[in-house]
Structure formats: C-alpha cells, structure tokens
C-alpha cells in the first residue's frame, strides 16, 4: 500500500465515505481510528504482537 492510498484510506475511514476496509496487517500499524465498530479477522496469527495491534 502507497502512502498516499493509505492516506486517502484512513481519511476516507474518518469521513465516512468509506463503509469498510479489507487489508492487510501494515495497513493497521500506526493507525488509531476510535471509531471502528467491528474488525473481522481472518486466520487470527500466531504472533502475539500482530494480533494485540
């Protein structure tokens, strides 16, 4: 993911123009979105730190 669709992503996110969001684990380091109602996870990892973020 460019910096700049992430960005647009997470500023979308924040907006409400964007209903959901299917990425990957990079996308969610350093992001701090307070209003994410609902996160489903696929094939929950191994490693405690991914899964704690």
């Keep these: ?3 700049e669709f992430r960005e647009i ?3 979308n996110l924040k907006e409400g123009t964007l209903y959901g969001l299917y990425c990957t684990d990079s996308f ?4 701090d979105l307070p209003d994410i109602k609902i996160v489903i996870q696929w ?8 899964l704690w973020q």
């Design 9 to 11: 992503a997470t500023s």
């Design 28 to 31: 969610g380091m350093g992001v």
């Design 1 to 3: 993911m460019t910096p």
């Design 43 to 50: 094939r929950c990892t191994c490693n405690l730190d991914t």
